[in-house]
C-alpha cells in the first residue's frame, strides 16, 4: 500500500528515488526499495542525531555543532565508516 508507506516516512519518496537514481549503478528502483532505504536513512539519521545530541548536553549546550556530530562518530565503531569523509 504505497498511501500507507509514504505516510510511515517523514522523507520524500520522490526525493530518496531521485538521489537512488543519481547513481549511475541504479536504473530502477522498485517502491519497497525505495521505502526500504527511506526508511534505513530515518533511524540512521536518528541515532547519530541522538549521539551527537548527547556531546552537546555534555558541552552544556541544546544546540548540536559540528564537533558534536565529530564526536559521536569518532566514539562510535558503527560511523567508522564516516571518518574522514565530513572534512
Given amino acids: 500500500r504505497p498511501g500507507l508507506q509514504h505516510k510511515l516516512l517523514r522523507l ?3 526525493r530518496i528515488k531521485g538521489l537512488m537514481k ?3 549503478d541504479v536504473s530502477l528502483a522498485s517502491q519497497e526499495a525505495v521505502f526500504a ?10 541515532v547519530i542525531a541522538k549521539d551527537a545530541y548527547s556531546f552537546a548536553l ?7 555543532q559540528r564537533k558534536d556530530v565529530d564526536n559521536a562518530v569518532d566514539a562510535t565503531d558503527e560511523f567508522a565508516f564516516l ?3 565530513l572534512d
Fill in 12 to 14: 520524500p519518496l520522490s
Fill in 22 to 24: 543519481a547513481d549511475p
Fill in 83 to 85: 571518518e574522514g569523509t
Fill in 58 to 64: 555534555r558541552g552544556k549546550r541544546k544546540t548540536i
Fill in 37 to 46: 532505504i527511506g526508511k534505513a536513512t530515518e533511524l540512521f539519521v536518528e
